[in-house]
């Protein structure tokens, strides 16, 4: 609803239902029937101040998702025998956050904003036959800011800084196994924190000409408790919170309209992705697994109906393109010594 020219409030409900019935290795069997729902209210303003024009928004979330748990045994994709695993889990979230951005004369803008959250995850043990009581319940709480500067050098050039902080906490599916021993056990995992992270970012927006685009970043990611796999067997796997880790890189993307029907895109990225500090059994410095160490992306695009600009409706008509994906070797396990080849990957996209 626009209740004036430079004022506008935006709200949102919405629930819905899922079930999922999962067979996993190990002849188990997982099945879920979830219900969710949400709202969120949004103000958006514009305003001036004696600092220059600026841009704010303000707002609320709140969200719950619920949903009960059942497994078992299984064989050649069907259920076996009587279940040995029953209980709800429930997630809740109340968040506030509210961002600005501010004009600074005709080549300096300041974008400053924050957002506050609590979450809360718990789980009920229904099934306590086995004399085991896997119910629990924990509480997540954080308020994250982000702080970014923008040099407009020319109409054509933008330079800029960027400062945030990241709060991630974990899934109900990482909360729902626990380990015992040398096993991962049907049990809620309230032990298990959110990770929070600090984020770094510099660089530059570029249209060297029409059509034609450019984007740099250097970026760092220093990430305290991270969320990582810690055993995994029977189609079950257990989490833990790794002591620190750190992302490093450059990431630089191409774009270019050769004409309303033809374009191209490329990109590439290196990134160095470690523990930065040690992790059990697992030395600082080695190396994140699941993370290349280089990528790149190269498409190009031909539209019979021509490409259309910015949110308009896509144009009508026939689309091809042919993208090359190339990745460098990934790390198997955290301890370095097993990995997997880089490779690349052709495809061939058509659209009528």
Do not use: C
């Amino acid at each position: 609803h626009r209740i004036s020219p430079d004022l506008r409030l935006q709200g949102r409900i919405y629930a819905g239902e899922r079930d999922n019935l999962q067979f996993q290795s190990g002849n188990t069997w997982v099945g879920l029937a979830r219900r969710f729902d949400g709202l969120g209210l949004q103000l958006d303003g514009r305003g001036r101040t004696t600092a220059g024009p600026v841009d704010w928004v303000v707002g609320l979330d709140r969200d719950r998702s619920g949903e009960q748990r059942q497994g078992g045994a299984a064989a050649n994709g069907e259920k076996t025998g009587a279940i040995d695993r029953n209980e709800w889990n429930a997630s809740a979230n109340r968040d506030l956050f509210a961002q600005a951005q501010w004009r600074l004369g005709e080549r300096w803008s300041l974008t400053t904003g924050a957002r506050r959250s609590d979450v809360t995850l718990r789980s009920r043990d229904d099934y306590l036959t086995d004399g085991r009581d896997g119910s629990g319940e924990v509480r997540y709480r954080a308020t994250q800011p982000v702080l970014g500067l923008t040099h407009h050098a020319s109409d054509d050039l933008n330079l800029y800084a960027n400062y945030g902080r990241g709060f991630e906490t974990p899934t109900l599916a990482e909360a729902a196994y626990s380990v015992s021993g040398a096993s991962v056990v049907g049990s809620f995992n309230p032990r298990l924190a959110a990770a929070r992270s600090r984020h770094l970012e510099a660089g530059l927006k570029w249209a060297p000409a029409r059509g034609a685009r450019v984007d740099l970043a250097a970026f760092r990611i220093d990430t305290q408790d991270e969320i990582v796999s810690v055993l995994s067997t029977g189609g079950r796997t257990a989490y833990a919170n790794a002591t620190q880790t750190r992302r490093e890189g450059l990431e630089l993307a191409l774009r270019r309209d050769w004409s309303a029907h033809w374009r191209g895109l490329a990109s590439a990225s290196v990134m160095r992705a470690t523990y930065d500090q040690a992790f059990g059994a697992v030395p600082a410095g080695n190396r994140l697994p699941g993370v290349p160490a280089r990528q790149a992306f190269a498409s190009l695009q031909w539209s019979q109906g021509g490409f259309s600009a910015g949110a308009s409706r896509p144009a009508q008509g026939a689309e091809v393109a042919l993208d090359l994906v190339a990745r460098s070797r990934l790390w198997a396990n955290d301890a370095n010594t097993a990995s997997a080849a880089g490779y690349g990957l052709l495809n061939l996209r058509l659209r009528q």
